[in-house]
């Protein structure tokens, strides 16, 4: 009779980007364990080969870390949503920290001692100001459940804001003739602002054009006042203050989910700009004008550019409502920012929000705009250390590094960093 496997146990190191707990196997290859603390020991049951690393598809937990809690969530097991409710909101940031520092060493090739301050603001529950939720056969909503389309149904999301629950609520409530209509629907985004809030709904494949605008137009009877729209028909733009101006986001344009996180960078920013003199900006990826029209009220002159058309003549609104003057650029990042070097522009600073996959595309072209500094957050520590790198290839030096806790209970991280450019 053959040997049972040796039972392999291994004590989980530290968490990666990406959120798993990363262990060294005995045979010395990377072990990931999805789930994990860093200080579990842990047992492996099954585990999938993937040539330089294996990773944990069962295992188990023999001893676990003293950094563990019981989520708070009673769909926190089930709902792949929170990934990080298993641990104590002090590890978590711990955890984020290291990630960060791992992404820029591994990525960037940067040992960044410096320190690294993880600003918070809020609450680490309650928080998000836009949720995204699915829709099942049946018309229940929910998220779906961890690496699966399986759609685990919600009545409430703790880290969601008292608005989203309360539109959330009103959705659940629906009378079974309404869940029909909101099974029609394969998604159901929600957002709310200081006074209004909306829901956009994008149908499945098969619904006809027709059924669709039937169902929409029931629910939004049912709904009231809630604005219930499709993303191509959106309606009027949410307003949020911010900074001492406030913001005209459209529905379907991007604003950033936790609002007290995003008054702290939008503080950091202003900071900056005023600590080290610097009089004009070029916001790239601007959105709404997060930061546009903070740093317009704060005095400064400058140009913000993003292809969201809507978020653009909404910037433009907002401005001009606030009597601030700034210019708003519809257009791709790159042609924008060659175009304004050709008009000879110059601007003491650029401010990088790209979307998740970078601003590789952009930061060839930034040293024709001749700024001094140069600030960039982004969403993803893998991404801002591939970028950071590409900065310090074209002459910018990271000098400080803050991390943001943004997404309290998940994985996920904001990071902001400050730059110097030499030779202006
Ligand atoms: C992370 S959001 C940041 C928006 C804004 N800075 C904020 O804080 O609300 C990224 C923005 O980049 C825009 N975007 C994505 N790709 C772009 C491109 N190639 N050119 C211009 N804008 C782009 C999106 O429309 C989105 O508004």
Redesign the pocket.
């Known amino acids: 009779m053959a040997d049972a496997a040796p039972v392999e146990r291994l004590r989980i190191d530290r968490l990666i980007p990406g959120g798993d707990g990363f262990a060294r196997g005995d045979d010395g290859r990377p072990v990931f364990a999805a789930g994990a603390a860093p200080g579990d020991l842990i047992e492996l049951r099954s585990v999938s080969d993937r040539g330089g690393y294996r990773r944990a598809t069962d295992y188990q937990i023999v001893e676990p870390s003293a950094d563990r809690v019981t989520p708070a969530c009673p769909y926190g097991q089930r709902c792949g949503g929170c990934d990080f409710m298993h641990l104590s909101v002090q590890a978590q940031r711990q955890a984020k920290r290291t990630i960060v520092l791992e992404a820029l060493k591994r990525t960037a090739g940067v040992e960044w001692t410096a320190g690294l301050p993880i600003v918070t603001a809020g609450e680490p529950v309650g928080y998000r100001r836009r949720i995204r939720l699915h829709v099942d056969r049946d018309g229940a909503v929910g998220y779906y459940q961890a690496g699966t389309h399986s759609i685990v149904a919600i009545e409430h999301c703790l880290v969601a804001e008292a608005g989203v629950n309360d539109v959330l609520r009103a959705v659940v409530g629906l009378e079974p003739p309404h869940r029909a209509h909101l099974a029609k629907f394969e998604r159901l985004d929600m957002a709310v602002g200081d006074r209004s809030a909306y829901i956009h709904l994008t149908p499945r494949r098969r619904t006809t054009r027709a059924q669709a605008r039937a169902a929409r137009s029931a629910l939004a009877d049912a709904l009231d006042p809630i604005r219930v729209t499709s993303p191509r028909h959106a309606g009027d733009a949410l307003k949020l203050a911010l900074a001492g101006q406030h913001l005209l986001v459209p529905s379907g344009?991007?604003?950033?989910v936790n609002w007290s996180v995003n008054q702290a960078i939008v503080s950091a920013v202003l900071d900056a700009a005023e600590r080290l003199h610097l009089h004009t900006f070029c916001d790239v990826?601007?959105?709404?004008g997060?930061?546009s029209l903070p740093l317009l009220g704060a005095g400064l002159t400058g140009v913000g550019?993003?292809?969201?058309r809507s978020?653009i003549s909404s910037a433009g609104r907002a401005a001009k409502a606030q009597r601030l003057r700034g210019e708003f650029l519809a257009g791709?990042?790159r042609e924008v920012i060659q175009q304004l070097a050709k008009a000879g522009r110059r601007f003491d600073m650029v401010v990088l929000?790209?979307?998740r996959a970078g601003a590789k595309d952009v930061i060839r072209d930034l040293p024709q705009l001749r700024p001094k500094y140069v600030l960039m957050c982004a969403c993803d520590p893998v991404t801002f250390a591939r970028d950071a790198k590409l900065l310090a290839d074209n002459g910018a030096e990271l000098v400080e590094l803050t991390a943001f806790d943004m997404f309290p209970q998940t994985h996920h991280v904001e990071v902001l960093g400050l730059f110097r450019v030499s030779d202006n």
Do not use: I, K, L
Not at 253 to 256: G, H, S
Not at 285 to 288: E, I, K, L, T, W
Not at 305 to 308: A, C, K, L, M, W
């Open positions: 344009a991007f604003f950033q990826y601007c959105g709404a997060n930061f550019f993003d292809r969201t978020a791709d990042a929000d790209p979307p």
